[in-house]
């Protein structure tokens, strides 16, 4: 998807810290607001359809979007998306801003979650997080080129 894009590019950026055949880490959709069922208060077609999947029970990073594509929101749950992405919608204020959640989802590497959620903060900056990043996050991992910087860093 093109909102995906941006995101993608920097999931595969911060892949390259880990180690080279790390597996992948996708983007997935998750939720539509413009599919919720207020009459029946029902989550609409999609999730319904991803419902008994067990992706929603996933631990991972979460992406809010607005309607036009733009990122506004980073988050994490090392719980279940079903447990954690729609009260962070409420308490992040974007509920009437937002209209895609989509999931970037870890099967056994959920304790990577933290640092891929302040990476995307940090390299993306999403202006629905306004804390959690003090700094830029660096753009190569070790390997690049960057001569005395890199041996120490990276113990060469």
């Not at 093109?2 to 992948?24: C, G, S």
């Not at 996708?26 to 992706?55: I, M």
């Not at 940090?122 to 660096?138: F, S, T, V, Y």
């Amino acid at each position: 998807m093109d909102r995906w894009k941006e995101v993608e590019r920097e999931i595969e950026n911060f892949r390259r810290f880990l180690y080279a055949d790390f597996p992948a880490l996708p983007v997935t959709e998750g939720y539509d607001d413009s599919d919720y069922d207020y009459e029946r208060h029902c989550y609409g077609p999609l999730w319904e359809s991803r419902k008994g999947t067990g992706l929603y029970q996933q631990q991972g990073v979460y992406l809010y979007y607005d309607g036009m594509g733009n990122l506004l929101y980073v988050g994490k749950t090392r719980v279940s998306f079903a447990k954690e992405m729609f009260k962070a919608w409420e308490r992040s204020g974007l509920k009437g801003r937002a209209r895609y959640i989509d999931l970037v989802p870890f099967d056994k590497y959920a304790f990577l979650c933290p640092a891929l959620e302040d990476y995307l903060i940090c390299r993306l900056k999403p202006i629905g997080n306004n804390q959690g990043c003090e700094n830029d996050a660096p753009e190569r991992a070790c390997g690049a080129q960057y001569g005395d910087i890199e041996r120490k860093i990276c113990g060469g």
